[in-house]
């Protein structure tokens, strides 16, 4: 994504990551039907949808998906559970001995509010979860969001701001902003 965040929908570098997402979706359909017992299947997948071999003690259960994969950072002792979703064209990282709920969703691209932009835009921005981070069940994470250590993120919350460490946060965050 350039520097300024903004990359223009059908771009070369647009065809580029919609490419991506086809393969993306090709491995994680893949991967969701594994027997679960297929650790080396799962493991070959995973290391394909990343980009590298995941690292130690990293625990996912399937369903997992994935928009792009290879902007995926997972670090040691890393718990995702089912049916989580990252879109990480922009970039998430893992900290160590983060922990993820089910139904999690991780989104780091959007489209710009503005009516006449929105269907040639595309805006992004990274996500960054410290070490010994908790998720809970069905929260979810926007663009550019950063959380600290320590903190927990209560199910079924939408973070839309950064989280200081050892903090934490719950509810929805959705509130009228501004009108057009």
């Known amino acids: 994504m350039s520097d300024d965040n903004f990359m223009r929908i059908h771009s070369p570098e647009f065809q580029a990551m919609a490419a991506r997402v086809l393969r993306a979706t090709e491995l994680t359909s893949r991967l969701n039907v594994l027997p679960f017992d297929d650790e080396a299947g799962r493991a070959e997948l995973l290391a394909q949808l990343l980009g590298r071999p995941l690292p130690a003690r990293v625990t996912i259960y399937p369903p997992f998906f994935t928009d792009h994969g290879l902007n995926l950072e ?3 002792r890393v718990f995702i ?11 998430i ?5 983060v922990m993820i ?3 999690a969703t991780f989104i780091t691209l959007g489209h ?3 009516p006449a ?4 835009w595309l805006t992004g921005a990274p996500i960054d979860v410290a070490e010994n981070v908790w998720i809970g069940a ?6 550019g969001v950063r959380i600290g250590r320590d903190a927990v993120v209560a199910a079924g919350a939408v973070v839309a701001d950064d989280i200081p460490p050892a903090t934490l946060v719950t509810g929805p965050k959705a509130g ?3 009108q057009w």
């Open 81 to 91: 559970n089912q049916n989580c979703t990252f879109l990480d064209y922009a970039g």
């Open 112 to 114: 710009p509010v503005d």
């Open 74 to 76: 997972i670090a040691e």
């Open 117 to 120: 932009q929105r269907r040639e």
């Open 101 to 103: 709920g089910p139904k």
């Open 176 to 178: 009228v902003r501004r």
């Open 138 to 143: 069905g929260a979810t994470i926007l663009p």
């Open 93 to 97: 990282r893992l900290g160590e001995g």
